[in-house]
């Protein structure tokens, strides 16, 4: 499976931005996340969405900031961001798993390469 991320970019506190991940090369079945990682900090769980969308979960940081929904047949996941703070910026991570998701990294198998978003204050 191949994950491609788009969308990223700088915007100031109290922005929005959506990031895209379009997945190819793979069967379906996949649960979806978007993970973070800010400079000298931990890659973190953000959201998950399960093959279907019928059940979302997400970071107490970003609850009701930030939704994860997918489309395209599954094959497309959107995080959409509102409200950023400077505190949001990190590379974001698109990952797949078999099965149900999860907020734990070590559990996901595939990975995108990461798109920068960066909020200013």
């Known amino acids: 499976v191949q994950l491609v991320e788009s969308g990223g970019g700088l915007v100031q506190a109290g922005g929005s931005l959506r990031l895209s991940c379009h997945a190819t090369?793979?069967?379906?079945?996949?649960?979806m996340a978007w993970f973070r990682q800010a400079p000298g900090k931990e890659r973190e769980f953000v959201a998950a969405i399960t093959w279907a969308g019928y059940r979302t979960e997400s970071a107490d940081s970003v609850k009701g900031r930030f939704t994860i929904s997918r489309a395209d047949a599954g094959n497309t996941v959107y995080l959409q961001m509102t409200r950023l703070k400077p505190e949001d910026t990190a590379v974001y991570y698109c990952?797949?798993?078999?099965?149900?998701?999860?907020?734990?990294?070590?559990?996901?198998?595939?990975w995108g390469q990461g798109t920068q978003v960066s909020v200013s204050s």
């Open positions: 090369g793979g069967h379906t079945g996949y649960a």
């Open positions: 990952t797949a798993r078999t099965g149900y998701f999860s907020r734990s990294r070590s559990d996901y198998q595939y």
